[in-house]
């Protein structure tokens, strides 16, 4: 008998995180007289809305799938994110229609724990920290130290790649996982592909399970990202640069260095420019 109880709890678990269709319940209140209506929109269509009734919502509905839905307001606009699926959620607006919400969903605690998570705000802190002190060598005069900035840089980079593989192996039947890593450049298929192929099959297969799918097919390496080329390129020569004037003499923009330069140009996206 405790098996079978067990079994089945496991069972209801599984099916909160991983579960298509959804029904939702949403209360809350507001401290404001004017907003009169609250919305449910899914980056397309409101496809559900509430009369406020003395600054309270009761609000229950389905959806064909866990989604990630805008709970607005027309009159003021606002307008504010949750993960819609089968948990509870309590709303509280004050009168700046700034909100705390509560809720048991697994997916929108799911994504708020990766919001809020320190271990991503120190990665980011150690990033900007590293880049302001290779910039402040720049200033003194030191151009020879972009290959140990870089190899740093990279060694903060592995520690996000491994925060997000934690991510989606501890998590790997919540149907929002795939959402949370779809935007994340540093992933590719060589260094994610065998994390993601142990999500659960639903969740490969749930609209961002495909697009971080389809992302992962068309990256084998990691593209470099705009700190990578300002270790590489702050502070280093640039390369010399030779043409013809026209009169045929060679020019070498290095014979500019020091001086004042005034540049005539044109862009092709100028029709008068164009008409010249």
């Not at 994110?81 to 509560?102: Q, R």
């Not at 150690?126 to 060694?155: F, H, M, P, R, T």
Request: aromatic share 10%.
């Amino acid at each position: 008998m405790k098996r079978i109880i067990l079994t089945v709890f496991i069972g209801v678990v599984f099916l909160l995180n991983t579960t298509a269709q959804v029904n939702y319940h949403i209360t809350g209140t507001i401290d404001r007289k004017d907003v009169t209506k609250l919305y449910l929109y899914n980056g397309k269509i409101i496809f559900d809305s509430i009369t406020v009734k003395e600054g309270f919502f009761d609000m229950k509905g389905t959806y064909k799938s866990p989604t990630v839905v805008m709970v607005m307001t027309k009159i003021p606009v606002s307008g504010n994110k949750i993960i819609l699926d089968n948990g509870e959620y309590n709303m509280k607006f004050d009168a700046h229609m700034n909100v705390t919400i509560e809720t048991t969903s697994i997916n929108h605690n799911l994504w708020m724990g990766k919001r809020n998570s320190n271990e991503l705000k120190d990665n980011r802190k150690a990033k900007d920290s590293l880049l302001a002190d290779y910039a402040l060598q720049i200033e003194k005069g030191n151009y020879n130290l972009s290959v140990q900035y870089l190899a740093k840089y990279n060694d903060i980079q592995l520690q996000l790649l491994d925060y997000l593989k934690r991510l989606a192996s501890n998590h790997s039947d919540c149907y929002i996982t795939p959402y949370l890593l779809k935007d994340e450049a540093i992933l590719t298929q060589v260094n994610f592909g065998s994390t993601f192929e142990k999500l659960n099959l639903e969740v490969q297969n749930n609209e961002w399970g495909k697009q971080l799918k389809a992302l992962l097919d068309k990256k084998t390496t990691i593209k470099p990202d705009r700190n990578q080329f300002y270790f590489t390129m702050l502070g280093s020569k640039a390369i010399p640069v030779e043409s013809k004037t026209e009169n045929g003499d060679n020019f070498e923009l290095a014979s500019l260095k020091g001086k004042w330069v005034l540049l005539d140009f044109w862009a092709s996206w100028c029709a008068p420019c164009r008409a010249e």
